[in-house]
Structures are given as structure tokens and as C-alpha cells.
């Protein structure tokens, strides 16, 4: 089993940056793949992005396409979430997630194995 803790939500105003930490610790991290989703208030979770293993590949949602950079630290079991350019429709508890599965990077929370509680990020107009 994998814990995972996300940070570094806040308020920013739009067209600013975030930067989303997601620290893991139990099994070895780097025999997950990660995901990014999101929850805005009355929508259902979302996908953002994903990563694999070694972070060769990387996987977003087009809502965030070339605004949003997932990267990784297997030696420090953290994935990150580059946020730049927001918006106020980034505005959602984000949260990050554990895949123990193999083939194409997953964009469907019902294959993320273990996840974290979330963190809030709102972007004001």
C-alpha cells in the first residue's frame, strides 16, 4: 500500500501559478504510475494528467494542454503539477493518485489504485 499527501493548493489569481507536490511513502514509489485529478464543487472528479514510471511519458487532459506539466522525483517519491496560465475554471480540489497497472497511462479514476486527500486550488478572476 502507497500513502500519498498533496500540498502547495492555494488562492492565485488568474493567469498565475501553482505548483502541486504529491508526496508518496510505503511501497516504492517508482513502481506506480501517477495521476492528476480534479473535483470542482457539484462536478464530478476529472483527469488532468499522468505519468509513468520513470516519467518518459506523460499523458493530459486537452483542458490543460500546454498550461500544466506533470514531472517526477523517484528519488524523492514525489510527483509534481506544474499549473501555469490559470484560470478561474482550474478552480477544483486537486488530487493525485497511485496505478499499479501496466500498458497506456490511465485517464479513468477506476484504475488509480491509491490516492491521496486533496488539495484546493482556487483561481479568482
Known amino acids: 500500500q502507497v500513502q500519498l499527501v498533496e500540498s502547495g493548493g492555494g488562492l492565485v489569481q488568474a493567469g498565475g501559478s501553482l505548483r502541486l507536490s504529491c508526496a508518496a511513502s510505503?511501497?516504492?514509489?517508482?513502481?506506480?504510475?501517477m495521476g492528476w485529478f480534479r473535483q470542482a464543487p457539484g462536478k464530478e472528479r476529472e483527469f488532468v494528467s499522468a505519468?509513468?514510471?520513470?516519467?518518459?511519458?506523460?499523458h493530459y487532459a486537452d483542458s490543460v494542454k500546454g498550461r500544466f506539466t506533470i514531472s517526477r522525483d523517484n528519488a524523492k517519491n514525489t510527483v509534481y503539477l506544474q499549473m501555469n496560465s490559470l484560470k478561474p475554471e482550474d478552480t477544483a480540489v486537486y488530487y493525485c493518485?497511485?496505478?499499479?497497472?501496466?500498458?497506456?497511462?490511465?485517464?479513468?479514476?477506476?484504475?488509480?489504485?491509491?490516492w491521496g486527500q486533496g488539495t484546493q486550488v482556487t483561481v479568482s478572476s
Open positions: 493518485a497511485a496505478d499499479e497497472g501496466w500498458g497506456l497511462l490511465n485517464s479513468e479514476e477506476g484504475h488509480y489504485d491509491y
Open positions: 510505503g511501497r516504492t514509489f517508482s513502481n506506480y504510475r
Open positions: 505519468i509513468s514510471r520513470r516519467g518518459s511519458s506523460t
